[in-house]
């Protein structure tokens, strides 16, 4: 059977692999998925502790079943053990920055745009947008030195950060204001009235 170019979903060689390598295969990803989620979610730490398990003793597909399965009630009953959101969901550190860094910008040139400047719109999105583009620059700078990486790393990347936000918040402002994407948001999410 040949592969079919316009089917991106299919892959000849892994969808007609034998039995044995199948399996061999799926061991290896449950291995690493199993290993991964006792290392960095507290829920799976403590129910694989309390279960008497270790991710080290997956040795054949058929072990999974002496791991503790998680139902709704399980669900339920972990929200807002640990976390916020419950201590079965967790976020590598990178992505933590980048969401933490992101809500931040949206805040600010949320606030700025809509309370600065009323009069004149422009000016205030884009001031908004320059203060939002130094705090992408910032926040991935100081994730980098503090949370996940290094200073000498942080430098190296900084020029890049800068670039970024730079072209980021002149597209923005284009798509904005030249592109009249400010017109169509009024339009259907905002107060309907043309600026």
Same mark, same amino acid.
């Given at each position: 059977?040949?592969r079919d170019?316009?089917?991106?979903?299919?892959?000849?060689?892994?969808e007609t692999l034998?039995?044995?390598?199948?399996e061999?295969r799926?061991?290896?990803?449950?291995q690493e998925?199993?290993?991964f989620?006792?290392d960095?979610?507290?829920?799976?730490k403590?129910s694989f502790d309390?279960?008497?398990?270790?991710p080290a003793d997956? =040795? $054949?597909?058929?072990?999974l079943?002496?791991?503790?399965?998680?139902? &709704?009630?399980t669900?339920r009953?972990? #929200? !807002?053990?640990?976390?916020?959101?419950?201590?079965?969901?967790?976020?590598p550190?990178?992505?933590?920055?980048s969401l933490?860094?992101h809500?931040?910008?949206?805040v600010?040139?949320s606030?700025i745009s809509h309370n600065l400047?009323?009069?004149?719109?422009k000016?205030a999105?884009?001031i908004g947008?320059?203060?939002g583009?130094?705090?992408?620059?910032?926040?991935?700078t100081?994730? =980098? $030195?503090?949370?996940?990486s290094?200073?000498?790393?942080a430098?190296? &990347?900084?020029?890049?950060?800068?670039? #970024? !936000?730079?072209?980021?918040a002149?597209?923005?402002?284009i798509?904005?204001w030249?592109c009249e994407i400010?017109?169509l948001?009024?339009?259907y999410?905002g107060?309907g009235?043309?600026?």
């Open positions: 059977m040949s170019v316009n089917n991106k979903y299919w892959d000849e060689e892994l034998p039995r044995p390598e199948l061999k799926q061991l290896a990803d449950l998925i199993v290993q989620a006792y960095h979610a507290p829920y799976y403590r309390e279960a008497g398990v270790k997956i =040795k $054949t597909l058929k072990d079943e002496k791991f503790p399965f998680i139902n &709704k009630k669900q009953d972990t #929200q !807002g053990v640990g976390s916020f959101f419950g201590d079965m969901i967790f976020y550190t990178p992505m933590f920055v933490v860094t809500g931040l910008q949206a600010v040139i606030i400047l009323k009069e004149h719109p000016i999105s884009g947008v320059a203060i583009a130094v705090i992408m620059v910032v926040g991935y100081l994730g =980098k $030195t503090f949370i996940y290094t200073f000498e790393y430098m190296i &990347k900084l020029p890049y950060e800068i670039a #970024q !936000g730079t072209v980021g002149v597209f923005a402002m798509l904005c030249k400010h017109t948001f009024n339009k999410l107060n009235k043309k600026e």
